[in-house]
């Protein structure tokens, strides 16, 4: 794994600061979270040092709303210190005084001890990692196998580690699955699908990656020849595509993850990459372009049958509309014609 990738990142730096940063609570918030019940009762007065008291009430009030150490100074927390203080010695002030760290550890190993929870460890980093190779066979997405790994913890009632132990079991777990991608792909991949992806980045080839890329902008005759013309060149090898990622044994949220990144970087970038991830992710491109080009197809279909619809009916609207207005044009010359069978001033000739 390159050192690009262990620095990968997953979170931006206000998710990860809001992850790891005492929580923000409002008065209510903090009414709920800093009281205690009567365990929780028992176990504060069983410390003897009123500061480390107030600081107890604060951990365990943040561990409840995330599982994580937390590292933070006085000044950070004061207003919920000054809070808790007011709560448990109403009649005493308290100056400014960071927490050891020392002291600290025993203070969330009484919230551990009180929760059922357990510091994360090597024992527990290992479940994890096993945890995470069946992630990826669902998503590959690292953003969503983050979620999962603290799914995961909270489940398991383990704290969650840093964010850098984070990063380094998912892009390890990334990688490991791509790997065993790529050898499959080298293993299985027919000559002629070969090939035909490597012709989709040379210049010389009359189909290029640019134009399967090409969505239609609408329902237009000329777009609609477009994704015609796209259709039938992936078409051909289709199949071959479809079996191998069966081999591949791809979910449709990987296969479809896969695909978005051709979409998302551009041709002289993916020409950069390193080319067995290059040819894993044009596999997937042409299946979920296919699936695109058959619904716009339909879609197409659809519209211009709507369309004919509504032009015959107003077809029909006009064509019954003249008819009428011929109708009643007869009808007046057929009553001025009756006039002359009952207009008695007129003498009837034998």
């Not at 929870?117 to 669902?138: G, R």
Request: charged content about 25%; glycine content about 2%.
């Amino acid at each position: 794994m390159s050192q690009r990738s262990k620095r990968r990142s997953i979170l931006l730096e206000s998710e990860i600061s809001d992850l790891y940063s005492p929580p923000v609570f409002s008065i209510e918030q903090k009414r709920f979270f800093f009281a205690l019940n009567d365990v929780e009762a028992v176990e504060i007065d069983s410390i003897i040092d009123r500061y480390h008291k107030i600081y107890f009430v604060l951990l365990l009030g943040y561990f409840k709303v995330k599982p994580v150490v937390l590292n933070f100074t006085f000044s950070e927390v004061k207003d919920d210190f000054h809070f808790v203080a007011a709560e448990l010695f109403p009649k005493k002030s308290f100056k400014p005084r960071n927490l050891p760290p020392r002291q600290k550890t025993r203070l969330y190993q009484k919230i551990f001890d009180l929760l059922g929870y357990s510091k994360f460890s090597d024992s527990a980093k290992l479940k994890l990692i096993t945890e995470v190779d069946q992630i990826t066979k669902l998503s590959i997405e690292p953003r969503y196998i983050l979620d999962e790994c603290i799914h995961f913890l909270s489940h398991n009632k383990i704290t969650i580690p840093k964010y850098s132990t984070l990063q380094r079991i998912v892009i390890a777990a990334i990688t490991a699955t791509n790997l065993r991608l790529f050898d499959t792909i080298n293993e299985h991949m027919p000559e002629s699908l070969s090939m035909y992806i490597g012709e989709l980045f040379c210049n010389d080839s009359e189909f290029q990656l640019k134009h399967i890329r090409r969505s239609a902008k609408d329902f237009t005759p000329k777009e609609v020849r477009k994704e015609l013309i796209a259709m039938s060149h992936v078409k051909s090898h289709i199949d071959d595509i479809d079996a191998l990622l069966i081999t591949l044994g791809l979910s449709p949220h990987n296969i479809a993850y896969y695909a978005s990144l051709v979409d998302y970087y551009t041709i002289t970038k993916l020409k950069r990459f390193d080319k067995n991830a290059r040819i894993l992710y044009l596999l997937c491109f042409p299946q979920a372009r296919f699936k695109t080009i058959s619904e716009h197809i339909s879609d197409a279909f659809v519209y211009h049958c709507r369309r004919l619809n509504e032009s015959a009916k107003q077809y029909a609207k006009e064509v019954s509309y003249l008819e009428w207005a011929k109708a009643s044009a007869n009808v007046g010359k057929a009553s001025a014609l009756l006039r002359l069978f009952i207009d008695k001033t007129l003498k009837l000739f034998c």
